[in-house]
C-alpha cells in the first residue's frame, strides 16, 4: 500500500499525528498491522467524516485517478483543512504516463488504459480552484533505480495490469524475465506534485 508507507514516512519525519481513509476494510487492515499509531478509518474521499478545519495537510498518492467524485472530494478536502493548511495530490501527467519506466516500457497497453483513467493536470488545477484552494502550483519529483525482482508485477500489484489483456498480461512479463536474466531493469520513478493553500 504505496500511500500507507508514505504517510508512515511523514509520521516519522514530523512527528504529526495521521489519519488515513480508505474504501477497503481488506486495505485498511493491512495498514492496521503495519502503524499501530496512525488512525484509520473506512470512507470515501468525497465524504469525508471529519469535522471542518480540522488538518493542516490533506495528502494523496496515486489515489485521485480511482476517485468519482473529484469536485466532491477537493470540496471535503478544503473544508476538512484549517484556514492557511495545504493540500498535495501526487498523480501522474500524460507525459509521465507514457514514459513509464519499466510499465510503459512492457506494457505499452497500460498507457491508453492509464490516459483515460488519469485527470489531466489542467483539469485538476481548474477544479482545485473551484473548490476554494489558492497558491496552486505543481512539482516534479523523480528518482532511477533498479529492478532485480519482478514479483510485483507478476503480483499485478499496479492497478493497470488487471485492466490490460492476458495475452498483453503475459509478452510483458515474459520480457522482464529475459531481460532480468541478463541483469537488473533500469527504471526511473517520476511524479507530479500538485500544491495548494486554504
Do not use: N
Amino acid at each position: 500500500m504505496w500511500h500507507g508507507q508514505l504517510r508512515d514516512a511523514l509520521k516519522t519525519a514530523v512527528d504529526c499525528r495521521c489519519w488515513g481513509v480508505d474504501p477497503s476494510e481488506q486495505m485498511l487492515a493491512s495498514a492496521r498491522r503495519r502503524s499501530a499509531e496512525i488512525s484509520f478509518q473506512c470512507g470515501r474521499a468525497e465524504k469525508l467524516s471529519f469535522t471542518s478545519d480540522l488538518f493542516d495537510l490533506v495528502f494523496s498518492v496515486d489515489v485521485i485517478h480511482h476517485v468519482g467524485g473529484r469536485e466532491e472530494y477537493l470540496r471535503e478536502a478544503y473544508r476538512v483543512l484549517r484556514k492557511g493548511g495545504r493540500i498535495c495530490t501526487v498523480t501522474d501527467s500524460e507525459d509521465m504516463i507514457r514514459g513509464r519506466r519499466p510499465l510503459a516500457t512492457y506494457f505499452p497497453e497500460t498507457i491508453d488504459v492509464d490516459l483515460r483513467r488519469y485527470p489531466r493536470i489542467c483539469e485538476l488545477k481548474e477544479l482545485m480552484g473551484q473548490a476554494g484552494f489558492g497558491g496552486i502550483a505543481e512539482a516534479t519529483v523523480e528518482f532511477p533505480y533498479t529492478l532485480t525482482d519482478i514479483q510485483a508485477y507478476r503480483d499485478r500489484a499496479f492497478s493497470s495490469l488487471h485492466l490490460i489483456s492476458e495475452s498483453a498480461f503475459e509478452r510483458g512479463i515474459a520480457q522482464m524475465e529475459r531481460d532480468l536474466a541478463t541483469g537488473a531493469i533500469p527504471c526511473l520513478s517520476r511524479y507530479l506534485l500538485l500544491w495548494g493553500t486554504k
